[in-house]
Every structure is written in C-alpha cells, then in structure tokens.
C-alpha cells in the first residue's frame, strides 16, 4: 500500500484524542477567555452588592467606633466600598484576562480580610470571628482559580483560630470544628460549582466548534476540497464592496470540454475522480496567483486579486490548459480532458459581481466555440456584444415572432446526376425595430433567455408548410438546437407538429451539432428515437469540429454526416490537397452513411469535392438561400449546368 505520508486516522473515542481534546481545552486561550468571562460575571454579582455593605459599614463606624479604631475601621471599609465599585466598572467588558480577573479578586478579598482582622485586633468579639468562615465560603464561590481560592482560604480560617486562642483553648477548639466545616464545604462549593463551569464552557465551545466546522462545510466543496460557490460569491461580494482591493478583480471561469459525455459512459464515480483530479491541478497551477473555487459540476472559477494585465492572465490561462490538458488516470483508464478558460478584468463601470461573472461566462463560451485550450480575455468590443445580445433577448421576448420569423432555403445538389435533392431550411428574422438579425445571433440570444421552444415550432411549421408545394421525392433539413433536443416537452411539441403538417417523416432530415450531442447524450439519444419513430433521419452537423465520437454514430443511428465548410475551404490548393475530406467521405460510404459536403462556393472547391467522392454537395456555388417562393423558378432550370443554378436564385 502506497503512503499517503498522513497519520493514521484515530477514533473519536479513543484515550489519546480526548486527552488531547482536554488537554486543548484547558490550555487552550479561547477556554481561559471563558472562563474568565464567567467568573467575571460571578465577581461582579458579588461586588455590587459588597459596596453596599462596606458603604452602610462605612457610615455605622462613625456611631460605635472612636479614637483609633474609627480611624482604622473608616479607613479600611471606605477603601474596600470604592475598591469594590471601581472594580466592578473595570470588569464591565468582557475582554478583561483571567490574570485580571484574578488580581481585581485578589485584592478585593485582601481588603475585606484586612477589615475583619483589624476589627478582632481593635477588639476582639468571638461571635464575629464567624466572618472569617464567611470569606472562605465567598472566595470559594467567587474565586476564579485554585491558587486564588486555596490559599485565601486557607490564611482566613488559620487566622480565625489563632485570634480565636486568645479566648482560651475551648473557644479555639470550637472554632477549629467551625473552620474545618467551613473548609469542607468551601470545597464542596468550589468544586461543584467550577465543574459544572467548565461543562457549561466545555458544551459552549464546542456547539461553537461544530457551528464554525458546519459553516466551513458549507463553504467548501465536499469533492474537491476547494470553496464551493457560495463561499467564492461571498469573497467575491466582499472584494466588490473594498474600494481598495476590489478595484482591480478578475475573474476566471473553467469548463472541461467533453465531461458529459465522460460521465455518461464511465459512470458518476468515475466523474467525481476525475473532477478531484482537476481540481488538484488547478490549485497547483493557480497557487499564489488566484483562489480557485469549484461552483458546480464541471465548472471551476479563478478570482484574482491584484493587478494583472491581460498578458498576464493568458499566461495564467495557458498554464492551466497545460496543466489539465492531457490525459488523466482513474482506475487504470488514461483519460483525455481538455479545458476551456474564459477571464474578465473589472471595468470601471463593473458595478456588480454578477456583471463580472457575466463578462467572464462570455469570454468562457466564445473559448469553448474557438475549441478546447483556447483562453479568451474579455474585451470592451465582447461587452459591446453582450449588449447587443441582450437587446436582441429583449425583441425576442416581446416580439410577435409568428408574424416576424421566416425560412430561407438552400439546395442540396447530387452533383452526380446534376440534380437537387432536397433543401436545408434556414431562420431568419425580419425584427420591426432591429432589422434584418443574423441567425447566429438571434438563436444564441434565443437558447440563452429560454425563447427556442418558441421559435422551434413556428419555424418547422411553417418550413413543412411550404415543403408540401416541392416534389414528392425532395427532402427538408431542418435544424435543432440544443435546448430543442434535450428537452422531452420541446421534442413532443417538435413530432406533433410533423404529424398536423401532413408531410411524410421519411422526408425530413433533423440536423443536430455535436456539441448538442455533448449537453446530455442520454436525453439527445432518446429525443431521436422518439424523432425516428416517426420516420424522419437523423443529420450530424458540422462534423469533425466538435466533440468527434464514432461511438455516437452508432448509438444514436445517424444517417448522414454532413462536412463543415471549414475543410472546404480553399480545398485542392497546396494548404488544403484534400485527403481528410476524401476521408470524410470514403467513411461515410464504408459505414452506409449519405454524406453533404457544405460551403461548396467555387468551381475549384466543387471539382475537388468532386474528385475526393462527394455525392451531394450545398453551398454558394449552387445557390444563397432562397424565399419559398423562389424555389419553384429554381427547380425548374435544375436540370441546367450546376455553375448556372446561381443564377437563378
């Protein structure tokens, strides 16, 4: 067994940890706090009610006493009546020490020993020597320690027997039984009393120690070991609100590309391993630098409290991709992870952390669409954006989006037999007041304010709507987002509207991303199955730029794979020769998978997608997208020169 170079553990009941937990409490300052704070109390209970006494003792002496004895006795009892009174107000706050606690008591019990000694020494009364007996049992009830208690009492009860022989050896014998009674249950009084104390202390520190281990657990991240996300917001929060410090914050987000699908296939526990991992590395990689916080799931955030620049915090960023970037093993499997770091710098107009985190989640989603171990700084050009996209969020809300959305379509050409086969049907948005709003736009600000299962449905409405004016044998492509495929009321939603249009299911293909896929596999695989039961097909969009998986091929019975316009681009030149494309293809043909290569927009692209093997081809070359009412004028000339359907469009 490898050593973990920790102790063994030890049970909480063994010998060694409560004798050390005795031993702590004991020695420890927060218990002398206690019981200082304790027995202050108690002496303060006692000396109000001594200035009084020794106030009234102070004025009586002038009626009975005379000569030196009222000189003596005034003295002493108006000394201890201010003693008493001036302590009892220096006691007033709880901070005063157990040695303070100990000297004011001290003194006070010398000064009422002093008036009862030299009140016998002025004449002595036996009856009265009882006041002796009466301080033990005051100073063990009101003593604070044992070294204060014993030896006060002690010299009180010896000096009463002594003065007590001067009556003869009977009156000392009595006071001998008095005085070792008193000593009996000046013990008793000390002891029960200073248990039960201690115990009262003892529970008190630790509900305390529990509250303050609960509050830790609460703040801290069981799985990782790292602040959790309420404990980093209140850090966050309490920078925010220094004027000093909080001036210049940053604030980091990491996400690990491909976790889902990780957790999915090796299972819960072997996720939770792999987050402990990660976040071991992000604290070595961020040590000294940043506080490192794990806010959920696969999420961690960095908060940087100095001043950094945005070289620095790239640095920072690529020290961390590099340092959780790679494989990791768990259980003997070697694991590839990567991850993705967004950061954001407080501006002067930052007002509020949840800006900051916003900021910080923009730069983290434009590093995750860039790919994994990109770090992206936000800029005052991305805040301009943000801006925007809440802009666009709010028309979307309030839009009447039935009477403002519509669909373009664009060819899909089997180039083959120079003909088309089908469309892809493409949003667009005409807003009154903000224009024309590219796609990209409008269905990001669209999945992030929760609006897509409202334009999903209206959308492929009106697409399957139009689509019944083609030919029997052409095909829709329509897209899904994300929000759409994982979730079971918007897939339900999706299939009925299908079946109201009327339109054949095995003559629409669903179009999903990758990236989609990696949201929640488990929830994307059954919304398909519910889609393929109606006879539709099933796309994979933009492959080869996400998460490629040919598991997912299989497992989710994809019928075609359509190349993204990416490595296309410039195809048949020196930089691009085209083999990953004929790849593409010649996989697609081994695993009886149709194949469309997308963003075909020259000549020399088309030859070259021509010469690798593609069948079906869809892009600018053929055709923009096109109004509904185009595509009929459009089908008629497609028997013509592929280079001639852009023309007619």
Known sequence: MRSTGKPPARRADSPELRSEQSGFLWGNTEFRHETANAFRLILRGFLAPAAVYYSIIFVLHFFYESGHGLLYLTGLSGTTAVAAILVYWLLRKPSVSLVRVELYSLAIYALIFANILVHHLVHLEVTKLVYFALLTMVVAATGVTLRIVIPVATLSLVTAILLAGQQGPETQAQLAFIAFASSFVATGVAGLMRAAINKEIRARMKVEQMHEAARKAAEIDFLTGLPNRRSFFSRLEARFADAGQGSHLALGLIDLNGFKHINDLYGHVFGDQLLKKVGQRLAEASAGTALVA???????????????????????????????????????????????????????????PQMLYEY??????????????????????????????KNVEHHLCVGKLDAEMHVEYQPQVLVAENRVVGFEALARWQSPTLGTVAP???????????????????????????????????RLSFNLSARDVVSPESIEQICQVVVESGFAGDRIDFEITET?????????????????????????????????????????????????????????SPANPGRVVKTMIEMCTNLGLTCIVEGVETAAELSAVTTAGGAIVQGYHFSRPMRADRVPAFLDRAHFDPGELRDIA
């Not at 989640?361 to 050009?381: I, N, Q």
């Not at 409008?442 to 019944?468: D, H, S, Y």
């Open 440 to 474: 990209d736009v409008f269905i990001r600000a669209a999945e992030r304010c929760g609006v897509m299962n409202r334009i999903t449905p209206i959308l492929l409405r009106k697409a399957l709507a139009e689509a019944r004016q083609w030919p029997k044998d052409m």
């Open 516 to 572: 989609s896929i990696m949201t929640d596999f488990e929830r994307v695989r059954d919304s398909l199955a519910r889609l393929r039961d109606l006879g539709t097909h099933i796309a994979l969009d933009d492959f080869g730029v996400g998460y490629s998986n040919f598991q997912h091929l299989d497992e989710l019975a994809i019928d075609t794979l359509k190349i993204d316009r990416r490595f296309v681009r410039n195809l048949g």
């Open 294 to 352: 794990r806010l959920g799931g696969d999420e961690f955030a960095l908060l940087i409290e100095q001043p950094v620049s945005d070289a620095a915090l790239r640095a920072l960023g690529n020290r961390i991709c590099a340092a959780v970037g790679g494989t990791v093993e768990i259980e003997g499997s070697e694991i590839a992870v990567a991850a993705a770091v967004g950061f954001a710098r407080r501006l002067a107009h930052t007002a509020e």
């Open 360 to 389: 910080a989640d923009f730069a983290l989603y434009r590093s995750k669409h860039v790919g994994g171990g990109t770090v992206v700084v936000f800029t005052a050009e991305d805040e301009a954006q943000i801006d925007a996209i």
